[in-house]
């Protein structure tokens, strides 16, 4: 149980391009899900919380306006880089609690996509 | 906010040594602390959670400490197989997860 699933896995754009990730929980509901980011050996680092049907809650130095996160469900989270620059090419990973009350405290990851802005 | 340092980078050992992993934090202690295990180009797997009140978890060949004196918890992975190289993340749960750089292991057969 408790899968994440991410779409796409790779993306290449050119730069000034808008890309969209989803993230879906395929077994259960998520409430709240999780955008990160990560550099080649570097962290996670932790970019927007994202609340079902609220807006999402941006972590500090992370610009809404560039980032633009969707909770439309409680199984789909979207992020879209908007007018993407070779800057943004990084790790982008969600993550999905299940909710209160459940078994841990968890986040489950999903696998992860790779964007490449040229 | 919280400094999460894992203590080295990379750790090499020989097939069926146990590898201890050093994850070490700065401020208050949270509730409980959790260790992922994140394989190349790959999200991060949940491993074991710990909480404040508890020392010691174990998990088939893999054992967590956690010692809130010293603002500290151990990973051990005993017997270990090239099967477990990969990094290995620790986060804090606060009112967000915040993890460590990581450090990855390369166990040689």
């Known amino acids: 149980g408790a899968v994440v699933s991410q779409h796409p896995s790779r993306v290449i754009c050119k730069s000034g391009t808008s890309v969209k990730i989803e993230c879906r929980s395929l077994?259960?509901?998520?409430?709240?899900m999780f955008w990160y980011r990560q550099f080649p050996k570097q962290s996670l680092m932790l970019m927007a919380t994202?609340?079902?049907?609220?807006?999402?809650?941006?972590e500090q130095g992370v610009e809404k306006d560039k980032f633009l996160i969707n909770h439309a469900s409680l199984t789909l989270s979207t992020l879209t880089v908007t007018s993407a620059h070779p800057e943004d090419s990084s790790f982008y990973i969600c993550?999905?609690?299940?909710?209160?009350?459940?078994?841990?405290?968890?986040?489950?990851f999903g696998p992860g996509t790779r964007l490449t802005v040229l | 906010s919280q400094k999460i340092e894992q203590n080295s980078e990379a750790l090499n050992i020989q097939e069926g040594k146990t590898a201890t992993l050093t994850c070490n934090y700065t401020?208050?202690?949270?509730?409980?602390l959790q260790w992922y295990r994140q394989d190349p180009g790959r999200g991060p797997v949940f491993l074991l959670l710990?909480?404040?009140?508890?020392k010691e978890k174990r998990k088939e060949r893999l054992k967590v400490t956690f010692d809130t004196t010293l603002k500290q918890s151990l990973f051990h992975i005993t017997a270990s197989q090239p099967a477990d190289s990969a990094t290995y993340l620790c986060?804090?749960?606060?009112?967000?997860?915040?993890f460590g750089a990581g450090t990855t292991v390369t166990v040689r057969a």
């Open positions: 993550s999905a609690a299940p909710p209160r009350g459940g078994q841990t405290d968890t986040q489950y």
């Open positions: 077994d259960f509901q998520a409430t709240t």
């Open positions: 994202s609340n079902e049907g609220s807006k999402a809650t941006y």
């Open positions: 401020n208050y202690s949270p509730a409980y």
């Open positions: 710990i909480r404040e009140n508890e």
């Open positions: 986060a804090l749960n606060d009112y967000k997860l915040s």
